[in-house]
């Protein structure tokens, strides 16, 4: 299990996260919505220690990040994958070498099985016959199918994806969605999505968090997401101009 | 309103904090460089990288910086009758001073500028940021590798720059000006001492050092964008080449 609690992080003079308290259901898909520059990508940045907290803990399975350094947060990195928002794919390598990389330096296989898991994996995104092509012959979705493939090389107890459908046609949102309910139905990760696909994310989540002002303004399912009477929520999830948030990115409420 | 002299005290500042992180960023290297396991395929790489990629470059600019020397030295020690010093002439600027400094600054420019842009566009990209999710030591996988390519391969191409260097005043003296091939090679033999050759290599293998240090250091911690990467890559050339001919300074008044 995850869990934030009390988290803060500024960056200068920024408050980006001003006390953060959430808890992320083992097995499930959750995802964490908000608008853009509200701070989603800082939060789960968190879980692999890219960025450590001002003040606050982060507990991944009872470990608190914070106090592990060396092998003991190398092994906590381990539990995870992570999908990044541009992929993050090595461009000096092929699909088939990026899928097989975590497992090049992280196990001790054989390069047959490797080679072995590495195409499984890249089956599973639907780039089978596209190992030998490095990422910049790739499309926008496949870079996102191949980076989830890398993902899911480890067979990892948790996936973070980091908007994973940013700047994709509608067609390729959904179908990008459909996979990650597909790999998590298939491998039965954890997974937190960074998102602010509204309302396609309801589809595949079993518990939304709405990021606001630095907190966790809304928890839960997504019909009580969908339901809740928070002005903040209900002006996000319909996109209106007039309420409590400030349209741009990273914007304060406009309330006191 | 800022004073001049905090102004001014803002900078000392941020240059000092910017001297000790490249310190201490030499000293991870190198700590992580005595740890096994060392992938010696990756050094290897590298070295091809570095030295084997750089071998034109240096046949170039070494053949036609010994026809200078030769050409430059003839035409001063004529003026004392003493041509036939032309071959020691060339020789001991070539092992002494001009092999090391000249293949160290080809090295910078070459290898040194593809190794910031590399590393910074693997910062600015989250290719990094990938690393160290999957447990992966940055420094390990992509520091480590560059800096001993760098103290295997600038002492190489030295070498092949100081032969190749010494050929060159051989046609310009020999060939071109008249001057008989055994009083070329006898009186260098007589003249070079094994502490010259000793003190170019130790040169050479400082140089090694400074021209990877500084160049992944940049790319390391570029800024942010296409911007951030041009910035670092001429910062890192600009650096490499300047600390290497101050650093010529110190070692020729501590060797010679």
């Known amino acids: ?256 | 309103m800022t004073s001049p002299l905090e102004a001014v005290g803002r900078v000392a500042l941020a240059q000092v904090q910017g001297m000790g992180r490249m310190t201490m960023f030499l000293g991870s290297a190198c700590f992580w460089a005595c740890l096994p396991p060392l992938k010696l395929r990756r050094i290897v790489r590298q070295i091809h990288f570095i030295g084997v990629k750089s071998v034109s470059v240096i046949l170039l600019t070494a053949i036609f910086t010994g026809m200078v020397l030769g050409l430059q030295g003839y035409y001063t020690l004529r003026k004392f009758g003493s041509e036939a010093l032309l071959g020691t002439a060339v020789a001991l600027s070539l092992i002494r001073e001009l092999g090391p400094v000249m293949a160290a600054l080809m090295v910078t420019a070459r290898a040194g500028s593809a190794t910031a842009a590399e590393i910074g566009i693997m910062r600015i990209t989250e290719q990094i940021d990938a690393l160290t999710a999957m447990a992966v030591n940055p420094m390990k996988y992509l520091v480590v590798p560059r800096v001993i390519a760098g103290v295997i391969a600038v002492p190489l191409l030295t070498a092949i720059f100081d032969v190749v260097g010494i050929y060159g005043g051989y046609l310009v003296g020999v060939k071109l000006l008249g001057i008989s091939s055994g009083t070329y090679f006898s009186e260098m033999r007589n003249a070079v001492e094994m502490s010259d050759i000793n003190g170019g290599f130790l040169k050479s293998l400082s140089f090694g050092i400074i021209v990877t240090w500084v160049c992944t250091y940049k790319g390391y911690y570029t800024g942010h964008g296409a911007e951030g990467v041009v910035k670092s890559t001429t910062e890192a050339v600009v650096l490499s080449s300047v600390l290497v001919l101050v650093w010529d300074y110190f070692m020729t008044s501590l060797l010679f």
């Open chain 1, 1 to 256: 299990m995850i869990e934030f609690v009390d988290l803060h992080k500024s960056f200068g003079q920024q408050r980006v996260l001003n006390g953060i308290n959430l808890t992320i259901p083992h097995g499930q898909i959750t995802a964490i919505i908000g608008q853009s520059g509200s701070g989603k990508s800082v939060l789960i940045k968190h879980l692999v220690a890219l960025i450590r907290p001002d003040s606050g803990q982060v507990l991944v399975d009872g470990a608190e990040l914070g106090q592990l350094h060396g092998k003991a947060l190398d092994l906590v990195r381990e539990k995870f994958g992570v999908l990044f928002q541009g992929g993050a794919l090595f461009d000096s390598m092929t699909l088939f070498d990026n899928v097989a990389f975590p497992l090049r330096e992280k196990t001790r296989l054989a390069e047959t099985e490797i080679a072995t898991r590495a195409t499984q994996r890249l089956e599973a995104v639907g780039l089978a016959d596209m190992g030998h092509k490095y990422p910049a012959e790739l499309s926008g979705g496949m870079k996102k199918r191949a980076a989830l493939a890398r993902a899911l090389a480890q067979d990892p107890a948790i996936i973070l994806f980091d908007e994973p459908t940013t700047g994709l046609d509608p067609i390729l949102v959904n179908s990008i969605h459909r996979l990650i309910l597909d790999a998590h139905k298939r491998f039965g990760f954890t997974a937190v999505v960074v998102s602010h696909e509204i309302p396609e994310i309801f589809d595949i989540a079993q518990t939304v968090a709405l990021l606001h002002d630095g907190v966790i303004v809304e928890c839960g399912s997504p019909e009580v997401i969908m339901t809740s009477a928070n002005p903040v929520v209900r002006q996000f999830i319909t996109g209106g101009s007039h309420g409590p948030i400030r349209p741009g990115p990273g914007s304060q409420s406009s309330s006191p």
